[in-house]
């Protein structure tokens, strides 16, 4: 168990629907990124968030969006779902140890089926 | 851009045997962090060793070691003994050095099958 939490383990839809992906990160991590991996594009990185702010922007589509609150838990919302938005969606969380090391822990992943 | 390539889509091993999976990469970067991943049929992402390219020795855990080739860009993993429980898909990634664009660039993974 690496410690961050990914609610729901699965989730079916339809497309078009609009969907919410919740991460908890490690206690005391402050930095979630978002990760998606499919079939066809292996595992993507969509975005960052440390400490609430938006830090870096991977290929995530306009579609898509997150944010980060205080409490420092991060939701990624899909809108306007496509069929090729089906994929295993990761949550990581980290933090910068000592003698520079950094490690992203991954939760459990969310699986997002598009009907 | 950054690149991560594992050029095995797929591997099997008896049990016990030793396995290389290979991995290449291309940065200009001067410091960076590479890593293999871990995936078993659960879907867990599990990190299995780190290697700071700053680092000359190679890094091991227990029985994980990697082949780490800084001027060739190379970053293999050597799994010794291997047990049935390796049985997973492998990612080689890549990090640039820690707070700048640390995000995680994945390769596209090497399924490797373990045989009783």
């Known amino acids: 168990d690496s410690g961050v939490t990914q609610t729901p383990k699965h989730l079916i839809t339809a497309t078009g629907q609009r969907v919410t992906l919740r991460c908890s990160p490690r206690?005391?991590?402050?930095?979630v990124y978002w990760y998606q991996q499919s079939l066809d594009q292996g595992l993507q990185f969509l975005i960052h968030?440390?400490?609430?702010?938006?830090?870096a922007k991977g290929n995530i589509l306009e579609r898509f969006s997150a944010q980060q609150f205080p409490d420092l838990h991060s939701e990624l919302n899909l809108s306007s779902l496509e069929l090729g938005d089906s994929a295993l969606y990761f949550c990581?969380?980290?933090?910068?140890?000592?003698?520079?090391?950094?490690?992203?822990?991954f939760g459990p992943g969310t699986r997002l089926t598009v009907l | 851009a950054q690149t991560v390539t594992q050029s095995q889509p797929e591997m099997s091993v008896q049990e016990a045997e030793t396995v290389t999976l290979s991995c290449t990469y291309d940065?200009?970067?001067?410091?960076?962090?590479l890593f293999w991943y871990k995936q078993p049929p659960s879907r867990q992402m599990i990190l299995v060793i780190r290697?700071?390219?700053?680092?000359?020795q190679n890094a091991t855990e227990n029985r994980f070691s990697v082949n780490f080739q800084k001027a060739a860009k190379s970053f293999s993993l050597k799994i010794s003994d291997s047990q049935l429980g390796d049985t997973a898909m492998y990612f080689c990634?890549?990090?640039?050095?820690?707070?700048?664009?640390?995000?995680?660039?994945f390769g596209k993974g090497t399924r490797l099958h373990i045989l009783p």
């Open positions: 990581a969380s980290s933090v910068v140890e000592r003698e520079g090391r950094h490690e992203q822990f």
């Open positions: 206690s005391g991590d402050l930095s």
């Open positions: 968030y440390y400490n609430g702010e938006e830090r």
């Open positions: 940065t200009s970067e001067s410091n960076y962090y």
């Open positions: 290697q700071e390219a700053y680092k000359q």
């Open positions: 990634a890549f990090m640039k050095e820690m707070n700048r664009d640390d995000k995680i660039i």
